[in-house]
């Protein structure tokens, strides 16, 4: 059975800083790539976060991280990280990470080819 649990979020006033973990389980960890999301409050849609490739050589971010997020993993551990700086109060929400089992995923940045999902865990950013 596949687990991802997110952990690490809470309460921030803007400018502040947060690191995000999520633990995985039940799968080849080291041959999946890890995607971070959100779902910001009233919003539908989770929105691409950023991702990261099995071996943690490369990472790609949305546009409106700006440089002040970054990703990493431990596949020793079966983690993977969401170190979030410079918050902003729009960076309020709901953060989750998803897994997929393949080493080399087109298209990461889409919601649909991720097949595991965390539950989530909630980043409030007030001003």
């Known amino acids: 059975q596949v687990q991802l649990v997110e952990s690490g979020g809470g309460s921030v006033q803007a400018g502040g800083s947060l690191r995000l973990s999520c633990a995985a389980s039940g799968l080849t960890f080291s041959a999946c790539t890890m995607g971070w999301f959100r779902q910001g409050p009233g919003k539908e849609e989770r929105e691409f976060v950023g991702?990261?490739?099995?071996?943690?050589?490369?990472?790609s971010y949305a546009d409106f991280v700006e440089g002040r997020f970054t990703i990493s993993r431990n596949n020793a551990e079966n983690a993977v990280f969401l170190q979030m700086n410079s918050l902003k109060p729009e960076d309020t929400a709901v953060y989750y990470c998803?897994?997929?089992?393949?080493?080399?995923?087109?298209?990461?940045?889409?919601?649909?080819?991720?097949?595991?999902w965390g539950q989530g865990t909630q980043v409030t950013v007030s001003s």
């Open positions: 991702a990261i490739n099995w071996s943690g050589g490369r990472t």
């Open positions: 998803a897994a997929e089992p393949s080493m080399n995923l087109r298209d990461f940045r889409r919601e649909s080819v991720y097949d595991y």
